[in-house]
């Protein structure tokens, strides 16, 4: 790296913006008059990541020690003092990302208004650096940045014992430091006069272009004159983009030939004309570069399977555009990024999968903004999508389709109508379909989805496999009259814990009870006795001789169809103890779970969770389990224990 022009060496992963780190170096001494807060903005693509990235690293004690901070200006170098927490926001909801800073700091609270107390009270001041926040949420069309802001951001600067220094859209600044103490907060805007670094960016494009790092022979690579000649030229042109410059190099060094470095109509000075001279120097219509980046600026997550690739472009476009795509390697390979993903294979190979991204978030902004339809074009992408669905059974979808295509169905305008299959419920990831589901209106969601909206905070609570997921949601189906939905997942081929028989949803049961009513002829019949208001319908006073008992029982079969039609009360025959200690299962119960377990192996073979305090709960001999909450109660039947479960 060239030396400054006040003899000092730039910082080696940044190349520049010595301003900025100067004030990233105070905030992080705290001496008198230091800012509490540092917002870190600018557009897209104006490197906030890469300064805040090469900040830490001045901040890691193994970094530092792999620095010569000696020659670095020492108004840059932060005090040696233990690294401040770094947050990466990226993908995660702001639920998430308060309960991974609750983790990192220990915290012992399960309620997140109580994690800013506890925060408060850790005993040293708390210095945190979050990066990615414009990234923030897994579904990219909700407005989840603007969320952890509010919800999450502002509560932590708001606090005297919180050091926070966050990347921010430009739109989010304003709400973050609205409410500080005047000089309580600094922002740096890395676009503006006083903090953009116009010959770091002629730094940046000079070692890019060089036999180091250019893997091409030509004069403006070899020849340093020429070098710091064309460096010149795309740091004058791209303004104050670190992205732009980036993006001319690589689309230089990708396509050589014909290329005048003396032209610097050659040169682009925004991100759209990055895309567009680079297609016209392969002799390619710009509108086809955008069309076959475009499933890549829709994309979700962390970017799209190679093997959709071409579908999902040729669905855009109208047309096939397979052939376009692999002849397209120096047309498209300047923007695109691979990412190796672990797929939770065995094997060296069957474990990782590649997925591609665009090299910026900023070049998907560009790319969706000049699609005519962004919508009509999601369309296209969620129908191939569902094509791509073998049989239409979502267990054997491709993991991005099945975990992202609520995704695309939002911003199609489509997800409603995507929400009415239980097997994708199951099968796809809970965090990124609730995300999703969350935006729509509930006006607009169909019955299923209304319950899988209630049933989300359950299934995203924990890591809960596909298993437990399944059977949460049949027993949400059977509690809100969807009986023919509950059937649908016992036919998934997955064998639940259990089958939800029945449930009523009578407000202020306080106590539920097993037992049977013996016949005249035949066997018993078993029933369940609920302890309910005594105005609820067809509910008869535990005391039939006065009025002031305050309660009523509800007797139904246990299992339909028994009909315990009029029934005598005093009739009613619970199981001994002696019947109970002979079951082969086991009941355990506490605040808002309960877990049966089999005796012989003592192992759990069955875990209930609800959003509500359970009330009451018991169970038959046979295994049929009777729970109720504050919104009434319900009988599930324990799949019998077979030597599979008990393994």
């Known amino acids: 790296m060239t030396e400054s022009t006040d003899g000092h060496t730039p910082h080696p992963h940044i190349g520049g913006r010595t301003n900025a780190l100067r004030a990233l170096a105070a905030w992080r001494a705290a001496g008198p008059g230091a800012p509490r807060v540092l917002a870190v903005t600018?557009?897209?693509?104006?490197?906030?990541?890469?300064?805040?990235?090469?900040?830490?690293?001045?901040?890691?004690?193994?970094?530092?020690?792999?620095?010569?901070?000696?020659?670095?200006?020492?108004?840059?170098?932060?005090?040696?003092?233990?690294?401040?927490?770094?947050?990466?926001?990226?993908?995660?909801?702001?639920?998430?990302?308060?309960?991974?800073?609750?983790?990192?700091?220990?915290?012992?609270?399960?309620?997140?208004?109580?994690?800013?107390?506890?925060?408060?009270?850790?005993?040293?001041?708390?210095?945190?650096?979050?990066?990615?926040?414009?990234?923030?949420?897994?579904?990219?069309?909700?407005?989840?940045?603007?969320?952890?802001?509010?919800?999450?951001?502002?509560?932590?600067?708001?606090?005297?014992?919180?050091?926070?220094?966050a990347e921010l859209p430009r739109h989010l600044v304003a709400e973050l430091a609205e409410g500080l103490p005047a000089g309580a907060v600094q922002i740096i805007d890395l676009d503006a006069p006083e903090w953009a670094d116009p010959e770091?960016?002629?730094?940046?494009?000079?070692?890019?272009?060089?036999?180091?790092?250019?893997?091409?022979?030509?004069?403006?690579?070899?020849?340093?004159?020429?070098?710091?000649?064309l460096a010149t030229a795309i740091g004058r042109r791209a303004g104050t983009s670190p992205l732009v410059v980036q993006l001319a190099v690589q689309s230089v060094l990708?396509?050589?030939?014909?290329?005048?470095?003396?032209?610097?109509?050659?040169?682009?000075?925004?991100?759209?004309?990055?895309?567009?001279?680079?297609?016209?120097?392969?002799?390619?219509?710009?509108?086809?570069?955008?069309?076959?980046?475009?499933?890549?600026?829709?994309?979700?997550?962390?970017?799209?399977?190679?093997?959709?690739?071409?579908?999902?472009?040729?669905?855009?476009?109208?047309?096939?555009?397979?052939?376009?795509?692999?002849?397209?390697?120096p047309l498209a390979g300047p923007f695109v990024r691979p990412v190796e993903e672990k797929t939770g294979g065995d094997g060296a190979e069957g474990g990782r999968r590649t997925l591609l991204r665009l090299m910026h978030p900023a070049l998907g902004d560009e790319i969706r903004a000049g699609l005519p339809n962004v919508r009509a074009a999601q369309t296209r992408i969620a129908m191939a999508l569902l094509e791509a669905v073998p049989d239409q059974d979502w267990s054997r979808a491709d993991p991005y389709v099945r975990d992202h295509i609520a995704g695309h169905t939002l911003e199609a305008g489509l997800l409603p109508q995507l929400l009415t299959d239980p097997g994708l419920f199951v099968h796809a990831d809970p965090v990124t379909l609730r995300a999703a589901v969350e935006v729509v209106p509930v006006e607009e969601l169909g019955a299923p989805a209304r319950t899988y909206l209630r049933a989300a905070p359950l299934l995203t609570r924990n890591e809960l496999s596909e298993l437990w997921r399944a059977a949460l949601l049949e027993t949400a189906f059977v509690e809100d009259g969807l009986p023919e939905y509950a059937d649908a997942l016992h036919r998934l081929g997955l064998e639940l814990p259990w089958q939800t028989l029945w449930s009523l949803p009578v407000a202020g049961v306080s106590d539920v009870t097993v037992g049977s009513l013996p016949r005249a002829e035949g066997p018993a019949t078993r029933v369940a006795a609920l302890v309910v208001p005594p105005a609820t319908p067809g509910a008869r006073p535990m005391d039939t001789e006065g009025e002031g008992s305050g309660s009523a029982v509800l007797v139904r079969g246990l299992v339909p169809p028994d009909d315990p039609g009029d029934t005598d009360l005093g009739q009613i025959l619970r199981p001994s103890q002696e019947e109970r200690a002979a079951s082969p299962l086991g009941l355990s119960r506490g605040a808002d779970y309960l877990r049966v377990w089999d005796r012989a192996s003592e192992e759990v073979v069955a875990a209930l969770v609800s959003d509500v305090p359970f009330t009451s709960a018991d169970m038959s001999p046979d295994g049929i389990l009777v729970v109720a909450t504050e919104r009434g109660a319900k009988a599930l039947r324990i799949r019998p224990v077979t030597p599979a479960i008990t393994s």
């Open 42 to 165: 600018g557009d897209s693509g104006s490197g906030r990541s890469r300064l805040l990235t090469g900040f830490l690293m001045l901040c890691d004690p193994q970094a530092r020690g792999r620095l010569d901070l000696g020659r670095l200006d020492p108004s840059t170098v932060p005090p040696a003092l233990p690294a401040p927490a770094a947050a990466n926001a990226r993908g995660l909801t702001a639920q998430q990302f308060l309960w991974a800073l609750a983790d990192h700091y220990e915290l012992a609270t399960d309620l997140s208004e109580d994690v800013y107390a506890q925060l408060a009270d850790v005993g040293e001041p708390v210095s945190l650096v979050v990066l990615d926040t414009d990234q923030a949420g897994p579904v990219r069309h909700t407005d989840e940045p603007s969320v952890l802001v509010r919800e999450v951001l502002k509560p932590l600067a708001a606090l005297d014992e919180v050091r926070l220094v």
């Open 200 to 229: 770091g960016l002629v730094r940046h494009a000079e070692a890019a272009l060089s036999p180091r790092f250019a893997g091409v022979e030509q004069a403006f690579t070899d020849d340093p004159a020429a070098r710091r000649a």
């Open 254 to 329: 990708a396509a050589p030939d014909g290329f005048d470095p003396a032209d610097e109509s050659q040169l682009p000075a925004s991100v759209g004309e990055a895309l567009d001279l680079h297609a016209r120097r392969l002799g390619t219509d710009p509108l086809t570069l955008r069309l076959i980046l475009a499933p890549l600026a829709l994309a979700e997550a962390d970017g799209l399977p190679v093997q959709l690739w071409p579908r999902l472009a040729s669905a855009v476009a109208g047309q096939d555009m397979s052939q376009v795509i692999a002849d397209g390697v």
